[in-house]
């Protein structure tokens, strides 16, 4: 069955870099992008951007540039997300996922992975 | 950017009873109009695609409909797994959520 499984969680302090892992398992990696969504705490979903599985090209959302990397190694199935010069304002539930079943929409989700970014 | 609007932010309602919940889109976006429903300390779970279409496994007393600027999450009869927030997200340029309504027990 198809599964994301990401990494557990990370505290880090403000300036640190963070790379967050989502492990695929249950389909061909290459045929379907990853996506990214953002969580603060308490708050909505933001949608970050994507990443295209077979060719590695991401596209960030407007607000996600600069600071954000996309990244994949698809000889292990997983897609990668950076965030460079933590703020605190990065602290939030960071969420991999993609359309496997259904063309375009985000049908399987990883469980999210916290970052907490605190001196 | 395509803003969507969700209302109410919050609505209070019994197990049993119908609840509607609204996303206006700041713009036209066709049919690509996605809802989602979130538990705490959940991933967000697909319910309906294509403004009307129904998830793999989602009961049949969720439904969607609207197309354009205005859509709608329709529950027949609220159980009690149902109380959660619920999203609506388009895909018809770049990708947006809405704020989100939360669906909590009367």
């Known amino acids: 069955q198809v599964q994301l499984v990401q990494s557990g969680s990370e505290l880090e302090k403000p300036g640190a870099s963070v790379k967050v892992s989502c492990k695929a398992s249950?389909?061909?990696?290459?045929?379907?992008?990853m996506n990214w969504v953002r969580q603060a705490p308490g708050q909505g979903l933001e949608w970050m951007g994507w990443?295209?599985?077979?060719?590695?090209?991401?596209t960030y959302a407007p607000g996600f540039t600069g600071r954000f990397v996309f990244s994949l190694d698809t000889s292990v199935s997983t897609a990668y997300l950076q965030i460079n010069s933590l703020k605190a304002e990065d602290t939030a539930v960071y969420y991999c996922?993609?359309?496997?079943?259904?063309?375009?929409?985000?049908?399987?989700w990883g469980q999210g992975t916290l970052v907490t970014v605190s001196s | 950017e395509i803003v969507l609007t969700q209302f109410p932010a919050t609505l209070s309602l019994s197990p049993g009873q119908r609840a509607t919940l609204s996303c206006r889109a700041s713009?036209?976006?066709?049919?690509?109009l996605t809802w989602f429903q979130q538990k705490p300390g959940q991933a967000p779970r697909l319910l309906i695609y294509?403004?009307?279409n129904r998830a793999t496994g989602i009961p049949a007393r969720f439904s969607g409909s609207g197309s354009g600027t205005d859509f709608t999450l329709t529950i027949s009869s609220l159980e009690p797994e149902d109380f959660a927030v619920y999203y609506c997200?388009?895909?018809?340029?770049?990708?947006?959520f809405g704020q989100g309504t939360k669906l909590e027990i009367k």
């Open positions: 996922t993609s359309h496997i079943a259904v063309d375009q929409d985000f049908d399987y």
């Open positions: 249950g389909y061909t990696f290459t045929n379907h992008d």
């Open positions: 990443i295209n599985a077979n060719t590695g090209n991401p």
């Open positions: 713009q036209s976006v066709s049919s690509f």
């Open positions: 294509g403004a009307s």
């Open positions: 997200q388009q895909r018809s340029h770049w990708r947006t």
